[in-house]
């Protein structure tokens, strides 16, 4: 099974910060790698499919890199609504392993 | 607009059953893969169970093969999850989840509000 990292568990950090997010898969996944966010009793939301792809709706600040093992998410600059976890998820094999998450609060 | 509606979640008690639905409109059901995701009070998302568009395939978590079971009945736009031998553990958030297939991009681009499932005694 593919196993899911991702680092920080935390990050605090302010408006207007620029904030990245590592995840690494335990094996290659080439580009087969989503972006959520998750704020509290909420649903997730689809930020980027495919490592680097924004899906539609999705503000521009936000953007992905990598493939193979090692993933970042980008924040260009931190907004009020951006604070909650976001998640990295993989798709290589038909077993859609989450990451365990990454916290971002204010600072 | 996509629309997916769980409901069927509520208290059980160890070793009982419980089956939850998915009720999707606003696109053709048919046409996509889906996912149960859970989660844990207080814990990250966990990938249950998915099924092919034609239920033909089917793929489990490790902590649910045996227990869990996903079907889906296309006339009905309905995903369902049957869940057997209900543990605490199993004390989570159900959400239905639309992968995006059609396009080949993946990733779950539509999300249910989630139902509760609680297995206490």
């Known amino acids: 099974d593919i196993q899911m990292t991702q680092s920080p568990s935390t990050l605090s950090a302010s408006v207007g910060d620029r904030v990245t997010i590592t995840c690494r898969a335990s094996q290659s996944i080439s580009s087969w790698l989503a972006w959520y966010q998750q704020k509290p009793g909420k649903a997730p939301k689809l930020l980027i499919y495919?490592?680097?792809n924004l899906e539609s709706g999705v503000p521009s600040r936000f953007s992905g890199s990598g493939s193979g093992t090692e993933f970042t998410l980008t924040i260009s600059s931190l907004q009020p609504d951006d604070f909650a976890t976001y998640y990295c998820q993989q798709y290589n094999n038909y077993f859609f392993t989450f990451g365990p998450g990454t916290k971002v609060d204010i600072k | 607009e996509v629309q997916l509606v769980e409901s069927g979640g509520g208290l059980v008690q160890p070793g009982g059953s419980l089956r939850l639905s998915c009720a999707a409109s606003g696109f053709t059901f048919s046409s996509y893969w889906m996912s149960w995701v859970r989660q844990a009070p207080g814990k990250g998302l966990e990938w249950v169970a998915n099924i092919k568009q034609d239920g033909s395939d089917k793929y489990y978590v490790d902590s649910v093969k045996g227990r869990f079971t996903i079907s889906r009945d296309n006339a009905k736009n309905s995903l369902y999850l049957q869940m057997n031998s209900l543990r605490a553990e199993d004390t989570a958030v159900y959400y239905c989840a639309r992968e995006d297939s059609l396009t080949a991009n993946w990733g779950a681009d539509n999300w249910g509000q989630g139902t509760l499932v609680t297995v206490s005694s």
């Open positions: 495919k490592a680097s």
